[in-house]
């Protein structure tokens, strides 16, 4: 999806994509949180004018809702899209788990990305309202490929949430402290819940 052409040097210019905007302001998301997403700070930070985001945004508002949709499409739906060819819910399942723990996507620490998301959401109705979705939409999809592997629905679906909880630990733990944030034993529970 990025498409950025490196870093610009003096004299030099370059036309930034939408894309390449996002992927700034998800990383300033990641970084320093929502207060941290602001255009004139973007804009330095990838060399260019402020004018150049407005080819590409209308205005803040538009820039972060986004980011939002970056992140349900790129953090949420690539990751089960890119396990849906596999044959059978265990090899889908084990695909999803080890995509989730990627330490990077677009070069942005994922764990850092998800907490940031989190902690925009405690203080803003619209994006807990649409995170709530989105963890909905992630439950439902463990849920489902839990109970195709032959688990019964309440099994299934306390399984699942087992699953999504434990990877948000494993996240939260990423930024405090590595050595409790395992990611084999967080593939070791993906298998105890196959069972």
């Known amino acids: 999806m990025m498409a950025g052409t490196g870093p610009q040097t003096k004299g030099e210019t370059r036309d930034l994509t939408r894309e390449d905007w996002l992927i700034a302001a998800v990383a300033a998301l990641a970084d ?19 004018g150049s985001f407005y080819w590409h945004f209308k205005d803040r508002p538009q820039l972060l809702a986004a980011i939002l949709d970056l992140w349900d499409a790129d ?26 723990l990627a330490r990077t996507v677009y070069g942005i620490d994922s764990a850092r990305a998800e907490a940031a998301i989190q902690s925009w959401a405690a203080t803003n109705v619209q994006v807990a ?17 839990l109970a195709a592997a032959g688990q019964q629905p309440d099994k299934a679906r306390a399984r699942a949430k087992m699953l999504y909880l434990a990877l948000l630990g494993l996240y939260a733990a990423r930024g405090y402290n ?17 069972q």
């Open 75 to 100: 953090f949420t739906q690539q990751l089960i899209d890119n396990a849906a060819g596999l044959a059978t819910p265990q090899l889908r399942l084990r695909h999803l788990a080890r995509d989730a």
């Open 32 to 50: 320093g949180g929502v207060d941290a997403v602001r255009v004139e700070r973007l804009a330095k930070s990838l060399g260019v004018s402020k």
């Open 178 to 194: 590595p050595e409790l944030a395992d990611d084999s034993a967080y593939l070791a529970l993906v298998e105890l819940a196959l």
């Open 129 to 145: 309202e649409r995170l709530r979705a989105v963890d909905a939409a992630r439950l439902a999809y463990l849920e489902r490929e």
